[in-house]
């Protein structure tokens, strides 16, 4: 085939992707697998050699991702059911003081956030905020916006989240180097995250009559919260300043039949949220720094495989946070168990991804679609945010929208010989793509707009442009460092 039907098979392929996604509502694994057939045969692929096709992509792409993504979740589970999450982010709000509460729950959320989904961080930090506010007297947003921030950009730039660990997998980065260049970056991204919110939230929005009745009660008005957003709390009486409400996250009946036991120490939840990270971080500097014949080499690269890392930890949590608190070894079982439900659609969605990568490939639309890439005079760096900010606009889901961009880039990534420094700044860049643009169509969107009480408009003004914002310098940190790896 000519260069210009592969392209316009390619361009058919994603538009219809993207058609059966939004218009139809199709689930966007089955989507994926859809279009990726289709393309495959449209573009040639012998049906004998289809099912080939299919399961090299889906085998490659699992292979390398199904566990770290299974036991980041393991590991979250336990720490979540646990109480450690919640434990350590009142720890912060102490620590900090009462001044600096929204900048405790903003480092709470991005210390939270690596080892929880972003959904499920928002969940059990939200009535944090709430009960914050209520006791503070302030409009909700101020704590909300900053804390929700730092969790959604951990999710989106971060191993083990799904999106960040698929792009590494198909594109061939190390997960080590992501880490190292990725924690730091974050951690300013959250920073700066938390100064934004501060202007933002400046301005006091409006919430729903539903949210502002939950977290304030029933006496307090839109009105009371532009009062106390100026220090006036002349207009509300105190008994509505007492009144407890908040909004109590439903505990699961698995959570309702662990044994009741004290919460864990803030201490034990950040040394297990950090030794998978240091290990891998040791792995990495091993591979570079010791001789190829050192033992200690060795032992650290076995450790610092993520894999390896992250089943170590999940066998401590399991251990400190379980079976140490009373947990007997069916609860245990249990709650490791409950965590794979949560992520197999999001495991099955990374190999679709991975399948139409390799359909791209097979049928020489990869070389096409690199070639026409590199023709643009883009920097790859600004290709892989443009790509991933695009798809991630259109069709909502952070993880889709990287597994995606990797597929079309890997082809002209193979050509390129960048450096494995250069690789982990490419998948940091997605990253940025991937945070930014969360709007009417991504579930996040929706999720924070309903329990912080605003409406779409305003959900718009606060949410969305603080997230494309931290993509936005997300990226442009990424491209600063370029040069100097």
Not at 127 to 156: D, E, Q
Not at 273 to 301: D, F, W, Y
């Amino acid at each position: 085939m000519t260069p210009l039907l592969l392209m316009i098979i390619a361009g058919a392929g994603i538009a219809l992707l993207l058609l059966l996604v939004l218009k139809y509502k199709f689930q966007p694994f089955v989507a994926l697998m859809l279009v990726s057939i289709i393309v495959a045969l449209v573009a040639g692929v012998k049906p004998g050699d289809l099912v080939a096709t299919i399961e090299g992509g889906m085998g490659k792409t699992l292979g390398h991702i199904a566990i770290i993504i299974a036991l980041g979740a393991m590991i979250g589970r336990i720490i979540e059911l646990s109480g450690g999450a919640e434990a350590l982010a009142k720890t912060l709000i102490n620590r900090f003081g009462n001044r600096r509460t929204p900048l405790a729950l903003t480092v709470a959320g991005f210390m939270v956030g690596i080892p929880v989904f972003f959904e499920v961080g928002v969940i059990i930090l939200m009535p944090l905020a709430y009960g914050v506010a209520r006791a503070a007297r302030k409009p909700l947003l101020i704590f909300a916006l900053p804390m929700c921030a730092a969790l959604l950009s951990v999710h989106a730039f971060l191993p083990p989240h799904p999106g960040a660990v698929a792009a590494a997998g198909q594109l061939g980065a190390d997960l080590g180097r992501v880490l190292m260049f990725g924690l730091p970056i974050v951690a300013v991204l959250c920073l700066i995250g938390y100064l934004i919110a501060g202007r933002i939230t400046r301005k006091t929005y409006p919430m729903t009559d539903d949210i502002r009745s939950e977290v304030y009660g029933p006496h307090i008005t839109n009105q009371d919260l532009v009062a106390w957003a100026n220090n006036d709390y002349s207009t509300t009486s105190e008994a509505a300043h007492a009144k407890v409400l908040g909004l109590e996250e439903s505990a699961s009946s698995l959570a309702a039949r662990l044994p009741k036991a004290p919460a864990p120490g803030a201490g034990i939840i950040i040394a297990l949220i950090l030794l998978p990270i240091i290990l891998i971080l040791l792995g990495t500097l091993a591979t570079t720094m010791l001789p190829a014949e050192s033992m200690l080499r060795s032992v650290l690269t076995v450790l610092g495989a993520p894999l390896v890392a992250l089943l170590i930890d999940t066998l401590l949590c399991a251990w400190l946070l379980g079976s140490r608190r009373g947990w007997s070894r069916s609860q245990v079982s249990d709650v490791v168990g409950s965590a794979l439900p949560g992520v197999a659609m999001v495991i099955l969605i990374a190999g679709a991804g991975g399948v139409f990568g390799k359909v791209l490939v097979d049928t020489g639309i990869g070389a096409v679609v690199s070639e026409a890439l590199r023709n643009t005079g883009l920097p790859v760096l600004a290709l892989g945010f443009l790509l991933t900010l695009l798809l991630r606009a259109v069709q909502g889901s952070t993880t889709v929208a990287l597994v995606t961009t990797a597929g079309i880039l890997s082809p002209l990534i193979a050509t390129l010989n960048l450096s494995a420094n250069h690789m982990a700044l490419l998948c940091l860049a997605m990253g940025g793509g991937g945070l930014a643009m969360s709007h009417i169509n991504d579930a996040g969107y929706w999720m924070f707009t309903k329990l912080a009480g605003l409406n779409v408009a305003d959900g718009l003004r606060t949410w969305t442009f603080l997230v494309t914002i931290l993509g936005t310098l997300g990226f442009l940190m990424t491209l600063l460092l370029w040069p100097f790896v």
